[in-house]
């Protein structure tokens, strides 16, 4: 049998375990809210696709990237981004 305290125990390692499955870290966030703006981004026009098969020799954008473009381009938002771009420089 639990007595009050032992209940009261497992009540606190209750909430420390949803506290924990609950992560609230700044970058927990971020990616919810990429998450967010990936599901509400539409899919780029073909004429974006062209610029980046005549510019850049691609046919798709990378998972991000098109989200962070169509939000400068076409929702006309500022932003802050540092992307990779996944170029090797052999010298």
Known sequence: MFDDDDENLMLELDEIEKSLCEDKSPINQIKQNMEIARAD?????????????????FGKFRPVQWTVIQSVLVSRRDNCVVMATGAWLIV
Request: aromatic fraction near 12%; charged fraction near 25%.
């Open 41 to 57: 981004c539409p899919a780029p026009d073909v004429k974006y696709i062209e610029v980046l098969k005549t510019s850049f020799g």
